[in-house]
């Protein structure tokens, strides 16, 4: 690739030109029952190109012989629509990467298959398991930024990732539980892929033995997991400052405001060693940061891109993320997760005489207009009496997203786990990680069948 001649597009007549250059390997192993079904390997290369002149212009290729007919297409696309502030900023060179103790690319597909054949032999070990998916992933992507300010960003990554899904019967009822691993780093992050399997195995089984869920309003207490998936959803996407710019958020108008408990703190943080959202710079070339979006109640800031940001007289927060190349950086998150406080598990529960202790996600409907949601938690169990009693399955969990957090009356203690996902948002998708501790709110809660 020619870089000198990219950087010449730079120079063209415009108030604002950035450069992508994307390069990345991606495989990927699926085995069902324990046969290999699905083994992919390939490379990518693309360039995407930015233009602000009156309004936007983006294109992109994957061939570098497109480049002149590219810029030309982004230019003229950017002489036209409304007028876009779009602040300066000081020019940035670096030259960074994620460093992994036993690199993906050194190791061959055979040895990749083995990790999911022992996870395979981990869930067999259960009589009552019928069938399992797994599947692993990794990538490697370079990314090479240049801007009309002046920057010139080098940034690599390295992704691994293990999800499992296993399938349970037991007297004609089949029950299905999953777990997933991943890092932003290399094989070393997969050791404890046969212990997640095994979870997802007893999580099925147990699930054979739940009753259905009760019906009503009840104090009830989510695990981290769920306790991240609702942070994630129903509070996040509404902090994302473009939606509040379109009028999509129930947030609008209330930075500043107390929106919940003075226990909860939310964090969304890039710089977190080994996550799943981790990453230096956006996809704008500004530097993530860890920053409290929410803190003791009050609604501190919003996640921003530098577009969003000078429109709203803000600063740019390092959250404009595009999928790849070929997609237009948007706010999004990173890693989002509640602080931890200093209630353990089981003080939390010990004065509930009833109540819904509800864990995982089986995923869910956010509305960030009206401030709604409703989530599918993958197990729960009754609080009886301060103490965990029959489980139960087939369990949602909906509410206000607002009155929610400002019914949280206990944060537990638990050391910070992220768990990894990918997060989608106007047809793009990007790897993020969500958490917290277990919290206590009064929430309604009803099957979902």
């Given amino acids: 690739m020619d870089i000198d001649k990219l950087k010449k597009i730079l120079e063209i007549p415009a108030k604002f030109v950035d450069i992508t250059i994307q390069e990345s390997q991606e495989n990927q192993i699926i085995l069902r029952d324990g046969i290999a079904k699905d083994l992919t390997s390939g490379d990518a290369f693309g360039i995407g190109i930015r233009v602000l002149d009156n309004g936007w212009g983006f294109a992109s290729t994957n061939s570098p012989e497109n480049i ?82 002046g920057s010139d960003i080098r940034s690599e990554y390295t992704r691994v990732g293990i999800f499992t899904t296993v399938y349970a019967k037991k007297n004609g009822k089949i029950q299905v539980g999953s777990e997933r691993l991943g890092a932003t780093g290399g094989l070393e992050y997969l050791k404890g892929a046969e212990e997640k399997s095994k979870k997802a195995a007893e999580k ?20 981290p997991l769920l306790t991240g998936v609702f942070i994630h959803e129903a509070l996040g996407h509404a902090m994302e400052a473009d939606h509040v710019i379109n009028g999509e958020s129930i947030l609008e108008g209330k930075l500043g405001s107390i929106i919940a ?20 710079y956006d996809s704008e070339g500004v530097r993530g940061e860890r920053k409290a979006v929410l803190e003791k109640g009050i609604f501190k800031r919003l996640l921003q891109s530098r577009e969003t940001a000078s429109k709203l007289g803000d600063t740019p927060t390092g959250n404009a993320r595009s999928q790849n190349y070929s997609h237009f950086p948007i706010p999004r998150m ?32 956010v509305d960030t207009v009206r401030g709604v949601f409703q989530f599918s938690a993958e197990e729960g169990f009754i609080i009886r009496n301060g103490k965990l009693a029959e489980p139960i399955r087939d369990v949602a969990l909906s509410g206000e997203t607002l009155k929610i957090l400002k019914n949280i009356d206990a944060v537990g203690n638990d050391e910070l786990e992220l768990h990894i996902g990918f997060c989608g948002k106007a047809s793009q998708s990007v790897p993020v990680g969500d958490g917290g501790p277990h919290i206590r709110t009064t929430a309604t809660v009803g099957g979902t069948k």
């Fill in 204 to 223: 099925a089984l147990r699930l054979l033995d739940a009753e259905e869920a009760p019906s009503g309003v009840f104090r009830v207490v989510l695990d």
């Fill in 261 to 280: 408990s003075s226990l909860v703190t939310v964090y969304d943080d890039p710089t977190i060693e080994g996550s799943f959202g981790f990453y230096f």
């Fill in 68 to 149: 002149d007919e590219i810029t030309e297409k982004a230019r003229k696309m950017a002489a036209i629509g409304e007028k876009i502030k779009y602040d300066e900023r000081d020019p940035i060179t670096d030259n960074v990467r994620v460093k992994s103790k036993v690199d993906p690319v050194n190791v061959d597909l055979e040895e990749k298959r083995e990790i999911l054949h022992r996870c395979e032999e981990a869930v067999r070990e259960y009589k009552e398991v019928v069938s399992s998916t797994l599947a692993y992933i990794d990538s490697k992507s370079i990314f090479h930024y240049l801007n009309s300010e």
């Fill in 334 to 365: 990173s890693n989002t997760y509640v602080e931890k406080g200093d209630m353990s598990f089981e003080e939390m529960i010990e004065d509930i005489k009833y109540g819904v202790y509800l864990r995982g996600s089986k995923g869910g409907e």
